[in-house]
């Protein structure tokens, strides 16, 4: 992968790329980004806006409990959220992503 695209474009790159949803961990991974997890999630905020110009769609699969399953739909934020407020467990799923065309 092009070391002068930008990480937002990795990020996309990385997406089209999967043939399965990525959390941020993977997205890091498959990008090849030294970000931590709170950048990365800043960065696909900057992302979805990206896409949406361009006649695409980022899709956001809801974070999920491991407890009692959960799902945390309906967020503004992408962010992982850190406990359920259902069961009050921190064992969360984070939110995976995919692109999809319009
Ligand atoms: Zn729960």
Redo the contacts with the bound molecule.
């Keep these: 992968m092009s070391e002068f695209l930008t990480a937002r474009e990795r990020i996309i790159q990385a997406l089209l790329s999967s043939s399965a949803p990525l959390d941020v961990y993977q997205i890091r991974e498959a990008a090849g980004l030294d970000l931590k997890p709170s950048e990365i999630y800043g960065e696909l905020e900057h992302v979805a806006k990206t896409l949406k110009r361009r006649g695409m769609r980022l899709v956001v699969v809801p974070a999920k ?1 491991r ?4 799902e945390f739909r309906d967020r503004e934020r992408l962010k992982k959220p850190s406990r ?1 407020p ?4 921190e064992r969360i799923d984070p939110p995976k992503f995919y692109i999809t065309s319009s």
């Design positions: 409990c407890s009692c399953g959960y359920c259902r069961c009050k467990s």
